[in-house]
């Protein structure tokens, strides 16, 4: 399914372009593949953001035309800066995840797209993707006009396990925010199923999971409010530290 962003824009012409482009032979298609163009982005709002063909074609979910761009030589998390907002930038496969488009985005994981790299947004787009954060730095801290987000955190929000599966690593627990949150925390505060903890918790060490703090110094379970979780993150650790007494 194609992003509330991809409904918002001119479909007529993006997608006229994008077909045209699959048609080109390889040399101009990698060619067409490079040149960014100006879009309304939600990613960098209020900004416009610069977005290649192939990125496009990632963005709206258009796996065939993708796949034709990847055949041709396209690199695979082809990155640009954000356009207008000098604070924003991302690889393709956020643009893919943001499409939540599950063949588009298998594509680019068959072709080796790295599932940990993260993507600067707006502000802006950071408050609305995870409405329960609020934007706040310490004023130790210098502002910053961007919050960093990971590919996993779109499977999170979504609580699509079957994405989370392909994208959670050793390395999950590194994949912070500006705000020092992991995903456990993420999945928290959405209060997502214990399954889908279960498995954040499954890779590394779990107890140091439950025991990050953010930048705010909370754990994960106190960012929850369903009682389910917080008893099951709270006895899984109990087990943990008896277990190693």
Avoid at 207 to 220: H, L
Wanted: net charge negative; charged share 15%; hydrophobic share 35%.
């Amino acid at each position: 399914m194609a992003s509330e962003e991809s409904n918002t824009i001119d479909h007529k012409t993006s997608s006229s372009e994008l077909n045209n482009a699959s048609n080109e032979e390889k040399d101009e298609l990698q060619h067409l593949c490079q040149i960014p163009r100006l879009f309304p982005s939600e990613w960098s709002s209020p900004h416009e953001e610069a977005q290649t063909a192939y990125q496009r074609a990632c963005l709206l979910g258009h796996r065939d035309i993708v796949q034709c761009m990847l055949n041709a030589g396209t690199e695979v998390d082809q990155g640009s800066p954000g356009g207008h907002s000098r604070s924003t930038m991302r690889g393709a496969f956020m643009f893919a995840c943001q499409s939540r488009s599950m063949p588009t985005i298998q594509a680019l994981l068959d072709d080796g797209a790295p599932v940990n790299k993260y993507g600067s947004c707006s502000l802006t787009y950071a408050g609305s993707f995870l409405p329960s954060i609020s934007i706040h730095y310490s004023s130790r801290i210098l502002p910053v006009s961007w919050e960093n987000l990971y590919p996993i955190h779109y499977a999170i929000v979504d609580n699509n396990l079957e994405l989370l599966i392909k994208l959670v690593t050793s390395n999950t627990k590194k994949l912070v925010t500006n705000q020092g949150l992991i995903p456990l925390h993420i999945a928290c505060l959405f209060n997502q199923s214990v399954t889908m903890i279960d498995l954040l918790l499954s890779y590394g060490d779990a107890n140091a999971g439950i025991i990050a703090k953010t930048n705010n110094n909370k754990f994960p379970d106190q960012l929850a409010t369903d009682s389910t979780i917080i008893e099951y993150l709270r006895s899984t650790q109990s087990s943990m530290n008896q277990s190693k007494a």
